[in-house]
């Protein structure tokens, strides 16, 4: 039996009887009736959750490869099992890399299905990030048929910076089919528009009406990861949650309800409108002279990702951010020197250097509002 066939062999098992725990964990249903298309093809589909991999497997049905963040083939037993079980096409976080190209056109040239999720991040204001930028022109260089999807309800049910599930309802969507001819007739510029509104969700937008209730005991709690600046005082991560509410030092109070909508003396009503002014507010910080500290966070480490997705932790200590560097312990990496930067779920940032080293910064034991220091790292080195 060649590895493909063993593969689709794991894959169709797994359909029949690990993935209907988790529909039923997050109460997902598929596009019913949806019957693939003769392949090969390209899947492309919005992020919302870590399990996005399943939905989709459910509503297409065919044996795909799926294209996974190198991130995830590190984390811990599940990232190990999905290596050796799936054989993903590996990217750099938020990338889509020659190495990975070459990885999806050697896969659908065999015939072999290919799945990619590519905003590249997961949304955490309940808007779809745009496709990463190269999205387009791999998609009319590959020439293979394009099937886009949509999944609903997933920021709701699983917020990026929140610590459980909230049962409400999830579905799919395939929203087009794009056949190889149709995408030779389009211009790159062309493609990216299509593509982009076909999996963009606006997740207050889709729930509005139909008012699906999204119920958890911990409804706040990790909200601080994205409400990163405080409405009233304007200090930067000072938020903190417990249960179904945040507050900030300053009295700053606020609620977070059954349907994602925002309570409290501010003017937000949604994660989306929150996250559009502190973004503003941040990228509006004045210019600063010489050095100065503006955010710091103990207990991190700094780990240094090398061959074969190994992580080797390099130096451990405060998290320092600068308006000129980012810092662990001793260890300072100029923002003139930084390639790249993202950032995974809440308390991971993602850093690349131009003399090509990749780093991690964080520790599962005290996690950091690693979005704030993404924002500041923007600000101050691109502005």
Not at 55 to 79: N, P, Q
Request: positive net charge.
């Amino acid at each position: 039996m060649s590895n493909y066939e063993r593969d689709k062999k794991v894959y169709k098992f797994l359909l029949k009887t690990v993935a209907p725990v988790i529909k039923s964990r997050f109460n997902f249903e598929q596009n019913l009736g949806f019957k693939a298309p003769e392949g090969p093809f390209l899947v492309i589909c919005n992020h919302v959750t870590n399990l996005d991999m399943v939905w989709m497997a459910d509503t297409i049905r065919e044996h795909m490869y799926f294209v996974s963040s190198e991130h995830v083939v590190r984390s811990g037993l599940g990232g190990f099992a999905l290596n050796k079980v799936f054989h993903p096409i590996v990217r750099e976080k938020a990338t889509i890399g020659l190495s990975t190209v070459v990885e999806m056109k050697k896969h659908l040239q065999a015939g072999h299905n290919v799945c990619i999720f590519a905003e590249g991040l997961r949304s955490s204001n309940g808007i779809s990030f745009r496709m990463v930028e190269s999205t387009a022109a791999v998609v009319k260089k590959l020439g293979f048929m394009v099937i886009t999807c949509k999944l609903h309800g997933g920021f709701l049910t699983s917020p990026r910076w929140s610590h459980d599930i909230r049962k409400g309802m999830m579905t799919s969507e395939v929203v087009n089919i794009y056949s190889p001819e149709k995408l030779k007739s389009m211009s790159v510029k062309e493609i990216d528009e299509a593509l982009n509104n076909d999996i963009f969700e606006d997740a207050y937008e889709y729930n509005k009406d139909r008012k699906i209730k999204y119920k958890s005991k911990k409804a706040a709690e990790g909200i601080e990861y994205e409400l990163v600046v405080c409405p009233k005082c304007q200090k930067l991560g000072t938020i903190t949650s417990k249960g179904d509410k945040f507050m900030c030092p300053c009295g700053m109070n606020g609620q977070y309800d059954e349907y994602g909508y925002i309570h409290g003396d501010f003017d937000f009503t949604t994660i989306t409108e929150w996250d559009a002014w502190e973004k503003e507010m941040i990228a509006n910080l004045p210019d600063i002279e010489g050095e100065k500290e503006l955010v710091r966070h103990p207990g991190q480490k700094l780990n240094e990702i090398v061959k074969g997705h190994k992580d080797v932790t390099i130096d451990t200590g405060d998290v320092i951010i600068t308006n000129k560097a980012i810092t662990v312990g001793n260890t300072r990496i100029p923002f003139d020197e930084i390639s790249g930067y993202d950032i995974f779920l809440h308390g991971y940032v993602l850093i690349m250097t131009k003399n090509k080293k990749y780093y991690e910064i964080n520790n599962k034991k005290h996690r950091f509002p690693g979005y704030l220091y993404t924002l500041l790292i923007k600000r101050y080195k691109e502005n």
